[in-house]
């Protein structure tokens, strides 16, 4: 089996994989190297794939379950595996989510078992004067957390945080305020409590797991001093060293992991610039 060829995003996270085409069949062993990339990495770049809905979930398959997003409104009608990221409006309608994850946030962070990954396709780019707009940054937790000081990192080992999906839900957004959530979806998604650093689930790392988007507060400390400590957190993990900025291309699959990054889309378009995204989540593990 010969090995995949592969160039870094950024020095600190993140790979390109080339030569894959996952319109065709994928062997075990280069899984299994995707795989141990993407666990390494963070965030794996698959460029010109040309699949369909069936394949791309096919694929996301073989990481292991996928989850069904609460947001019905936003499922793929046949196909519920996929959440569509779109501001495409069809009879009227929105066919997708219109302005989802315009902020620094993890997937499924509010989770009990928060997901493990993300794996979204660009089916349509917006362009501006011949350039493609719509960006989506991504920071690294785990070089984040490398890079505070040691004494606050050893603090930081010993707290946990409350992650409430209402407050990611509820931010103003361009697109207006989106309806309340129904009492079932409510009572499906209780606060939850994570430690601040998480250790990843496959190689053990230390993960600064807090993000602006979910994080309400630190258990146990004074409102006054959880707040002073979660916003020079969010501020930390958007050094410029932390970040990655991926300017799409159709075709182009990016997988990310929940634990070790967070991701922020850059809403720089305009309703008749159409952007088209479908995702597939991955099933996550308990919190150690």
Not at 109 to 119: A, C, D, E, F
Not at 258 to 266: D, F, G, I, L, Y
Request: charged share 25%; aromatic share 8%.
């Amino acid at each position: 089996m010969d090995t995949l060829q592969t160039r870094p995003l950024t020095p600190g996270f993140g790979v390109e994989i080339l030569g894959i085409d996952l319109a065709q069949p994928l062997s075990e062993g280069h899984f299994s190297q995707i795989e141990q990339l993407f666990n390494a990495h963070g965030v794996v770049l698959l460029r010109g794939q040309n699949i369909t809905e069936d394949q791309h979930i096919e694929f996301s398959q073989r990481f292991g379950p996928l989850e069904i997003h609460v947001r019905k409104d936003a499922l793929m009608k046949h196909r519920p595996e996929i959440f569509v990221v779109s501001n495409v409006h069809e009879n009227g309608k929105p066919i997708g989510s219109v302005d989802a994850g315009q902020f620094w946030h993890t997937d499924l962070s509010y989770k009990q078992v928060p997901s493990r990954g993300s794996l979204l396709l660009a089916r349509e780019v917006p362009m501006r004067d011949g350039k493609v707009i719509g960006d989506t940054m991504f920071c690294s937790t785990i070089v984040a957390f490398k890079a505070l000081p040691d004494e606050l990192q050893k603090k930081l080992q010993s707290l946990s945080a409350v992650h409430h999906y209402e407050k990611g839900y509820n931010r103003d957004r361009p697109s207006g305020k989106r309806k309340p959530l129904t009492p079932e979806q409510l009572a499906s998604l209780p606060d939850v409590v994570h430690p601040v650093v998480r250790k990843h689930p496959y190689t053990g790392a230390p993960c600064l797991f807090v993000n602006e988007g979910y994080v309400t507060e630190v258990v146990g400390l004074p409102k006054a001093e959880s707040d002073a400590l979660l916003e020079r957190l969010f501020k930390h993990c958007l050094k410029d060293e932390f970040i990655y900025r991926h300017n799409w291309r159709v075709g182009d699959l990016l997988l990310w992991d929940n634990c070790s990054t967070q991701h922020c889309a850059v809403g720089d378009y305009e309703p008749g610039q159409r952007r088209r995204m479908d995702r597939t989540t991955l099933t996550g593990t308990a919190v150690a």
